[in-house]
């Protein structure tokens, strides 16, 4: 299944369950001083889960331009290095504004996962926050998962927040174990290492608070849903390749870096850099295209470190 088909299978199955299927917001947030770039696919329902605004729908789904390279959630080191980041990157998503809650997010994630994408039950792995006992309870009664394979995290891994203010609330995340042989070693599992093998599908948001400029917490109008799901994570599992890099979403761009500089990306030395330029060729693209264009400051300057980074590369 190419990487444009899992995105319309995505947006489909999510219209079928009541979903408005919404345009991709632009990497530049509208009237958001909080964000220098788009980071979710929650950035354009900000104001919605707040109450702020009101739409005359309450379930959205969504395919978001997202960049990670700056403020709370920035992935810029690592990517090349790692099979999973990247500067840009699409992010599937669906969303309740005060509607479904935790039960129906995780059914229509696993039954998306599981039937949809044919992935294998026994592979996915399921993370909850510490003290969320009804997502754990709903894991394991409703959907079966062996407890086994629920790991409970602490705030910095299943608490989620789109930046230091805004909606946040505790997730869960659906990893799927990609085998032993992407094993990093002994101490190998989720929350003990980084490596590629649990590597991360998709996060369930049960978006419950905003947080102000000091830190207080206080509950949203009504509890609501944000998930989030890499396309670029998505196509590779399904493609059955070990990196993202390997999948259709990258492999033209990467046949055509290698082909210019005369390497492989699978060389030891110079693959990072042949999946860095890759990498970063498509968020210069997407920004440029999105009205950005490199300057000394703010989102420009942003852009010129990375088309120098590129470069450099
Ligand atoms: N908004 C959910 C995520 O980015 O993981």
Redesign the pocket.
Known sequence: MKGSEIRERFLKYFEGKGHRRMRSSSLVPEADPTLLFTN???VQFKNVFTGDEKLDFVRAVSSQKCLRVSGKHNDLENVGVTARHHTFFE?LGNFSFGDYFKEDAIFFGWEFLTKEMGLDKEKLWITIFDEDDEADEIWKTKIGVDPERIVRMGEKDNF?AMGDTGPCGPCSEIHIDQGEEMSCGKNCGIGLCDCDRYLELW?L?FMQFNRDQSGEMTPLPAPSI???MGLERIAAVVQGVKSNYDSDLFTPIIKTVEEIAGISNKDDKSGVSIRAISDHCRSQAFLIADGILPSNEGRGYVLRRIIGRAARH
Do not use: R
Request: charged share 10%; proline share 0%.
């Open positions: 979710a696919g929650m992010m989620w996060n948001v944000d998930t989030g």
